[in-house]
């Protein structure tokens, strides 16, 4: 332990099980010396992310389905009611229909473009809105993208283009914060095995792909992402925002 986070409080979405990045996150800044919120997204997964939290020694657990106002607000309003301020959040957190991660992308449906646009991008406007005002020394506020953001990656769809919605807002929000001392930036991450990445069909190939190819020769593991949220929570991230940084064995930079 360094304490790289000691006396930071952070507010952590998306913990869903012990393979989620936010949960291997949540152990760096523990292991760091941060306070931590954690939430979940309805009562199907309340008591898992309870157990989860228990491990952690978090100390609160909240419910927020980010695409609904009242629970983003009601969260906010909880964590000022507890005497909080926030130093970190992490936002990591992504949904598309799994038939829109199978087949091509011309097919993708109006409903689901708009739902993976709404839980995967829009959803880190709507939480930096809530959470700046409690960020009152400045703070860094941290999502998680892809490099289907930029390139086409087979089935990963319309998730590509709502990752590039992401990116954009990580820019526009990086501007709108910064003067609030509130650093924006997103880690692209190398595919590791999640619930989440296991919707997009063939997911395994892609794992296979990468470790044969990109100059490391094996994937990204979680806690290597999770260092890097440390390194961007804490005063050593203090001079970057609007950031895209990629933790993926270097896979990014390849061409032929
Ligand atoms: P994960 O464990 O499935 O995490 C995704 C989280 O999003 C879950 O906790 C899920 O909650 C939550 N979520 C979905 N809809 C929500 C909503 N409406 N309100 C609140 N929470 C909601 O998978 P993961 O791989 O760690 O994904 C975390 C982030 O990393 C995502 O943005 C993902 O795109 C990104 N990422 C992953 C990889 C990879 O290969 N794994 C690579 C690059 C980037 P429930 O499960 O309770 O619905």
């Not at 332990?1 to 989620?20: D, H, P, Q, Y």
């Not at 990591?92 to 993976?116: C, K, Q």
């Not at 506020?141 to 892809?146: D, E, F, M």
């Amino acid at each position: 332990m360094s304490n790289l986070l000691e006396g930071k409080s952070a507010l952590i979405l998306g913990v869903a099980n012990r393979w989620s990045l936010a949960y291997a996150i949540a152990e760096a800044f523990r292991r760091e010396g941060a306070r931590l919120i954690l939430t979940y997204q309805s009562d199907r997964q309340k008591l898992t992310v309870e157990s989860l939290a228990a491990d952690l020694a978090a100390d609160r657990v909240l419910a927020c389905d980010v695409t609904q106002d009242q629970d983003v607000d009601r969260l906010v309003a909880e964590i000022k009611a507890g005497g909080g301020r926030l130093h970190a959040v992490i936002h990591s957190i992504a949904f598309a229909n799994r038939e829109d991660l199978s087949r091509p992308f011309v097919e993708t449906s109006r409903s689901g473009f708009l739902l993976a646009h709404e839980v995967s991008a829009y959803s880190l406007v709507t939480v930096a809105r809530a959470a700046a005002p409690l960020m009152t020394e400045g703070g860094s506020i941290t999502t998680l993208s892809y490099l289907g953001a930029t390139r086409v990656v087979t089935n990963y769809n319309v998730m590509g283009v709502a990752k590039a919605a992401l990116e954009a807002a990580v820019r526009y929000l990086a501007s709108d914060l910064g003067p609030k001392k509130i650093r924006v930036n997103a880690i692209s991450a190398g595919p590791i095995k999640t619930a989440s990445a296991r919707a997009v069909k063939d997911f395994a190939s892609v794992l296979d792909f990468v470790a044969q190819r990109c100059p490391l020769r094996r994937n990204t593991e979680p806690a290597e992402v999770a260092d890097t949220a440390v390194f961007l929570a804490s005063d050593l991230g203090r001079g970057l925002t609007g950031n895209i940084l990629f933790v993926d064995s270097g896979f990014q930079i390849m061409g032929l």
